[in-house]
């Protein structure tokens, strides 16, 4: 079935350093969504990646999407203590069931201010 | 528009309980879905729903089922609870299935131990 991969799985940074997460599925996804989950909240979701090879920025975040669309990254320049808290990406497979969306394992990020 | 809720907050049970955890969204969504969360393994789907009536099993759906009568509630029952069901529980909803609208909105989620 299809599976999705996220590296690492934990990252701790000293503030201002950059941080990235990298998700690989093993089939193709129709898109990738990313969420992100602050310590003892629930996932909120940031983001939508549809095209083979689109880039999309928020502010500080840059979102990748791999032009084989299988994999994809996320990247923050100059973390904040507000970056704080777990991504995670889903993916949604083209060829099995289109509603099914299969998140990663997420990354852990923390800050030292 | 309260979004999404989950009652309740938190369970204990016993091995061999059966229960219900309860999820609802007023906003009128079509897509709704459960998925439970264990330290390092993400987030796991367990069943969704494409519409009241449809319902079909996610990647790990032994011990659980589930119906959608209305648009808006989503339960989920463990029939036999077992201590591997301890976990975070979380219900989830977006507008579609479809390739727009379908950013999902989650719940504030269940806390379930089981004994």
């Known amino acids: 079935g299809q599976q999705v991969m996220q590296i690492p799985q934990y990252q701790h940074v000293q503030e201002g350093e950059d941080f990235t997460t990298y998700c690989n599925s093993s089939?193709?996804?129709?898109?990738i969504q990313w969420y992100k989950q602050r310590p003892g909240g629930h996932p909120v979701f940031l983001i939508q990646?549809?095209?083979?090879?689109e880039v999309k920025k928020q502010k500080r975040l840059t979102f990748q999407f791999g032009e084989a669309k299988k994999n994809s990254s996320l990247h923050i320049t100059a973390t904040q203590t507000t970056d704080v808290g777990t991504y995670f990406c889903?993916?949604?497979?083209?060829?099995?069931?289109?509603?099914?969306?299969?998140f990663g394992s997420g990354t852990r990020l923390s800050i030292r201010p | 528009n309260a979004g999404v809720t989950q009652t309740p907050k938190f369970q204990v049970l016993k091995t061999g309980q059966s229960m219900t955890l309860q999820c609802a969204q007023d906003?009128?969504?079509?897509?709704m879905s459960w998925y439970r969360q264990d330290p390092g393994m993400g987030l796991r789907l367990i069943h969704y729903?494409?519409?009241?009536?449809?319902?079909d099993q996610g990647e790990v759906p032994n011990g659980y089922n589930v119906s959608r009568s209305t648009t808006e509630d989503f339960p989920l029952r463990l029939l036999s609870a077992a201590p591997s069901q301890t976990s975070v529980y979380f219900c989830?909803?977006?507008?579609?299935?479809?390739?727009?609208?379908?950013?999902?909105?989650f719940g504030p989620g269940t806390r379930l131990t089981v004994l």
């Open positions: 089939t193709t996804l129709s898109n």
């Open positions: 989830a909803s977006s507008r579609t299935s479809g390739a727009v609208g379908n950013e999902q909105f």
């Open positions: 729903s494409v519409g009241a009536g449809i319902t």
């Open positions: 990646l549809v095209k083979s090879g």
């Open positions: 889903a993916g949604r497979g083209l060829w099995s069931s289109a509603s099914k969306i299969i």
């Open positions: 906003m009128n969504h079509e897509y």
